[in-house]
């Protein structure tokens, strides 16, 4: 099963994502969806959004603006990687 991930849609790459993820030495692909045609398979009414997707496909967690930080994306995908048990007592 592959592992969760992170999807970052957004309409301009530069302004939103690119700077803030720069500024926090993060690295990962943003998906510029300028005719919003993944977004709408995704049911997002607004960008920019960052989706986590567990490793079954589903959507977990959904952060809206460019709010994302490295801290956050480390907490999400811990709880995603990690086992029912845990993640069900994860605070």
Do not use: C, W
């Amino acid at each position: 099963m592959p592992p969760p991930f992170v999807l970052s849609l957004s309409k301009d790459l530069h302004r939103v994502f690119q700077q803030p993820a720069k500024s926090q030495n993060m690295t990962f692909s943003v998906l510029v969806d300028r005719r919003a045609n993944v977004a709408s398979q995704y049911s997002v009414v607004s960008l920019p959004v960052s989706l986590f997707i567990d490793a079954k496909g589903v959507v977990q967690e959904r952060v809206f603006g460019g709010t994302l930080t490295a801290d956050h994306i480390d907490r999400v995908l811990q709880r995603l990687t990690a086992s029912p048990a845990a993640a069900h007592n994860a605070p």
